[in-house]
């Protein structure tokens, strides 16, 4: 049943999203869908980590060996894709440029190439399509890739979508279902006398009525007040460089990914000939500070697998932070608070998990099943687990 609080006063909400990321504005969307009357509090809707991603849509690049249950879940999550896209296209009126494009892998050197061979066995074993190219294979499919590549994989199933117009998308299509914004930070959730959520406070000390709390507010909604200690799930910032390159022709036609030396680079083209190069994973907290080397060494490694990025404009360097968990796998579920609900820790996946993420908070508020992939990643049983792995992480 769904933990649903029983408050018919004027101006409550049946649910408050807290949170204006690709999480909270798709599970806004779902809720208003379902005709539930929702308001979402962000100081700043459709930033945050989600305005500062590439868009790729690759589940199994994103998971590592071990990580069955997380695998299936990114599969399903890429699985709901192209319905989702076609339905938010047709609700909002424009494009999100998603791209079913597929991917080409590529190695650098030796050790690079034995890397991606039990990453290319690993997708095989859970039944993803991908196959082994040749140097030669890979520069026909990708001609502006460098000939000192060590081989790769072509990777079909992996695609795109523009993370900015996705999110901008989003916020047209709740608020022609009647989601209201406000540009607010929440705060904290406000709890009756029994521990019920019956809204949230933001931080100009407005208080705000509803029925059902979502608290999405990425690696900050660990820091909600209200709440008892311990029931909400520990998360960390996970800092990202991402940079953006524009040109006056197409210089890549479709997602290249590769390894230099071991470390993981991407390019992804948009429809406008811009290019997407990311992305670095730096364990330094809430630092949203663009720092000079590592931008040097995302555009090295860059021009190792695509030389010709040399030609483009360099247009923007920002940093995103991306909300970490133990494992690095999400929360998704109720709290023991009767009425608060979770949808965060995404960590890299928050766009890919957008869709299977929004369906499941529209099942919970409406006391329905949740997709069976996400059933593992409950609060309860997240908790529990990563009270065991520790906070280091991967």
């Known amino acids: 049943m769904p933990q649903t609080v029983a408050d018919d006063k004027p101006g409550t909400y049946d649910v408050v999203v807290a949170g204006g990321g690709v999480i909270g504005l798709t599970a806004a969307w779902t ?14 809707p459709g930033h945050g980590a989600a305005w500062v991603a ?13 990580e069955q249950e997380l695998v299936r879940l990114l599969v399903a999550g890429a699985h709901r894709w192209p319905s989702f896209a076609a339905a938010l296209e047709e609700a909002a009126g424009s494009s999100i440029g998603f791209e079913p494009s597929g991917t080409v892998v590529v190695a650098c ?50 695609h795109q979508v523009d993370n900015r117009l996705l999110v901008t998308a989003l916020m047209a299509a709740c608020r022609g279902n009647g989601v209201e914004f406000a540009a607010r ?15 949230v406070l933001t931080d100009d000390g407005t208080r705000v009525a509803a029925r059902t709390v979502v608290a999405a507010m990425g690696w900050q909604t660990g820091e909600l007040g209200g709440v008892p200690d311990g029931l909400l799930p520990e998360l960390r910032p996970v800092k990202g ?15 290249v990914r590769g390894l230099v030396k071991g470390r993981s680079c991407y390019l992804v083209p948009r429809r406008d000939h811009s290019v997407v190069v990311g992305a670095t994973v730096e364990e330094m907290g809430p630092d949203l500070r663009v720092q000079s080397g590592a931008v040097h060494a995302l555009l090295d490694d860059a021009r190792t697998l695509v030389p010709g990025i040399d030609e483009l404009e360099l247009v923007e360097c920002a940093v995103g932070l991306r909300p970490g968990t133990a494992d690095n796998a999400p929360y998704v579920g109720w709290t023991e608070v009767p009425g608060l609900a979770v949808a965060t820790g995404h960590y890299r996946n928050g766009i890919l998990l957008a869709p299977i993420t929004g369906q499941a908070i529209g099942a919970l508020v409406n006391g329905t099943e949740i997709p069976a992939e996400l059933r593992p990643f409950g609060v309860g ?14």
């Open 381 to 394: 049983q997240r908790t529990e687990r990563a009270h065991g792995l520790g906070a280091s992480g991967r």
């Open 241 to 255: 460089h991402i940079l953006r390159l524009a040109g006056r022709g197409a210089l890549l036609g479709r997602t």
């Open 109 to 158: 050197d030796a050790s690079d190439r034995a890397a991606l061979d039990r990453l290319l066995a690993f997708r095989q074993s859970i039944g993803l399509d991908a196959r082994r190219l040749s140097v030669s294979e890979c520069r026909r499919a990708v001609p502006a890739l460098s000939p000192a590549i060590g081989g790769g994989a072509e990777v079909p199933g992996d």
């Open 54 to 66: 590439a868009g790729m849509l690759a589940p199994a690049n994103e998971a590592y060996f071990g």
């Open 31 to 44: 809720l208003a869908n379902d005709g539930h009357r929702v308001m979402v509090i962000d100081p700043e």
């Open 185 to 199: 930070k929440v705060v904290g959730v406000d709890l009756d006398g029994a521990g019920t959520a019956r809204g």
